[in-house]
């Protein structure tokens, strides 16, 4: 876990990395979606409505994944101090976000033609628009601290409290009279047919190898971020240090 810690070392990884990430998850990405969008059947039951499935399900695995990515390393921020382990939490939330939104996005756009309505409270909805608000918290919490310069161990302790949501949403239609469907693939079987089974794992991977490789582009910014304010401080010390004295200055 350690072996990282030293950002010169991250970096050397991270920059073979990340295009081998984006661009292969980008061809996997389009592939799918496109596989989805004109080669896959109607669904029997939800006709063409089900072509956002291949969207909608790899944002919705990307917004919780990318919580439980923020409680993890704020565990190691918080337990084993890894100097890399708040950056990372940052560089993760703008993305997983992002894919909460356009999951919830996507979710209303397909609920308008089978619920009759865009949106309902119901539990696993509610809970992930919470989930999204909690990504907007855990932002400002993030920014705030870092424009006052203060500790990330309080962002951190959010992160780990938030994550106690990521089991509800999971759990969500199974606690609940649910409106919303449930589980479609669970450890070892699946109700989805083959047919639109194997472009929506296509989707899955290829989405989460843009969001890996989003989250590296991130961590590097802000390590070159630090590393540009570090060395703005050391030469504003250096400008502020008092003038040596004649005496000294000849000795020197």
């Known amino acids: 876990m350690h072996i990282y810690a030293n950002p010169t070392r991250f970096l050397r990884l991270a920059n073979w990395l990340t295009p081998l990430l984006f661009w292969s998850g980008l061809v996997l990405s389009l592939g799918a979606v496109a596989w989805g969008l004109f080669m896959v059947p109607p669904d029997r039951l939800m006709g063409d409505t089900v072509r956002i499935l291949f969207i909608h399900v790899p944002a919705a695995w990307l917004g919780m994944g990318g919580w439980a990515g923020i409680a993890i390393s704020s565990a190691m921020l918080l337990i084993w101090k890894h100097p890399l382990a708040a950056i990372a939490a940052r560089a993760i939330a703008v993305p997983g976000m992002v ?77 609940w ?41 991130r961590m590097r910014a802000l390590i070159a971020q630090a590393q540009v304010e570090a060395r703005l401080r050391r030469r504003a010390l250096d400008d502020d240090a008092p003038a040596p004295t004649h005496a000294v200055a000849e000795a020197l």
Request: aromatic residues 12%.
């Open 99 to 175: 894919f909460c939104a356009v999951c919830l996005a996507t979710g209303s756009i397909w609920g308008r033609p089978t619920w009759g309505t865009w949106w309902e409270w119901d539990g696993r909805l509610t809970s992930m628009l919470v989930l999204l608000f909690l990504y907007a918290g855990y932002i400002a919490l993030t920014e705030a601290a870092e424009q006052e310069g203060s500790s990330s161990k309080i962002a951190a302790i959010f992160g780990l409290v938030g994550a106690v949501n990521v089991p509800i949403i999971n759990r969500s239609v199974v606690w």
């Open 177 to 217: 009279n649910s409106l919303h469907q449930p589980s479609s693939i669970t450890l070892g079987k699946s109700a989805i047919q083959g047919t639109f089974l194997v472009p929506l794992l296509v989707a899955v991977v290829g989405f989460s190898l843009l969001f890996g490789a989003l989250v590296l582009m």
